[in-house]
């Protein structure tokens, strides 16, 4: 006579029937991994924060204004969002070091103070990185009457 195996004896419901047990990761899947951010990511958030707040005309030192507004004009280019902004980031630290331009008249201190502010905000919220420190050097005033450094290259200058 032939011996029959156990596993023919089963029907196909039986063995649909029985959990097939996968081993899969333990812990937070949250925490199976690592997420590094770049200098590059966070100078452009806080680029984009400290440039939204009112008193804030425009960043960076004159000569790399003076520089962004050649390169902007290059077909391509773009506007440079990280000038006057520079970050070091660390695992779960940064710091930030902002030059800004004020438009006269406004308070010097409540825009430092309302830069740190919106910069510390959104750096933190948009990266979960601490914001240890946001240092801020105000390079230069823009004056009421003062021109544009930004004006159009076709422009005749006047001799």
């Known amino acids: 006579m032939s011996e029959t195996s156990t596993a023919a004896k089963e029907s196909p419901t039986e063995t649909a029937a029985k959990p097939v047990t996968t081993r899969r990761g333990t812990g937070d ?26 008193g804030v005309h425009a960043m960076g030192s004159g000569f790399s204004r003076t520089f962004g507004a050649v390169r902007d004009r290059v077909p391509g280019g773009s506007k440079a969002v990280t000038r006057g902004v520079k970050a070091e980031v660390g695992e779960v630290q940064t710091a930030l070091d902002l030059e800004i331009v004020v438009d006269y008249g406004v308070s010097i201190a409540d825009v430092a103070r309302a830069v740190r502010e919106n910069v510390i905000s959104a750096v933190e919220r ?26 159009e290259p076709d422009k005749p200058r006047l001799q």
């Open 29 to 54: 899947p949250a925490t199976r991994g690592r997420t590094t951010i770049a200098d590059g990511v966070v100078a452009k958030i806080a680029g984009m924060a400290a440039r939204d707040v009112i």
């Open 126 to 151: 948009m990266t979960s990185l601490e914001v240890v420190e946001v240092n801020i050097a105000v390079g230069d005033v823009k004056l009421p009457d003062e021109e544009e450094e930004e004006e």
